[in-house]
């Protein structure tokens, strides 16, 4: 049974930097496509980035030079670094894998960022 868990989240000022993590059991850690995304009340989940099988990533624009994502395969945690933290990072956010064809999310994790 895939089973995705976030933690890290938390409560900061603009600025500063948080990290995510998520833990995931159930699959080959790794061999996968893995996603962060995020969600605003009232608003549909939001790319925030991915990492592939061979550790390539890709950023949306609005996070793209401030957050990092990697993996550590031996941990089976993958990790989501936000830097410079802005007011509208302020979301709950989500991390996801697609496994065999069918997609999994985490329970969420809330990033709440002030001025």
């Known amino acids: 049974q895939v089973q995705l868990v976030e933690s890290g989240g938390g409560s900061v000022q603009a600025g500063d930097s948080l990290t995510l993590s998520c833990v995931g059991s159930?699959?080959?850690?790794?061999?996968?496509?893995m996603f962060w995304y995020r969600q605003v009340p009232g608003k549909g989940r939001e790319f925030v980035g991915e990492?592939?099988?061979?550790?390539?990533?890709r950023y949306a624009d609005s996070v793209n030079g401030r957050f990092v994502i990697s993996r550590d395969v031996n941990k089976r945690t993958m990790f989501l670094q936000m830097n410079n933290l802005k007011p509208d990072d302020t979301a709950v956010y989500y991390c996801r894998a697609d496994v065999d064809l069918r997609t999994y999310w985490g329970q969420g994790i809330q990033v709440t960022v002030s001025e």
């Open positions: 990492i592939t099988s061979l550790d390539g990533t």
């Open positions: 159930g699959f080959r850690f790794g061999h996968y496509i």
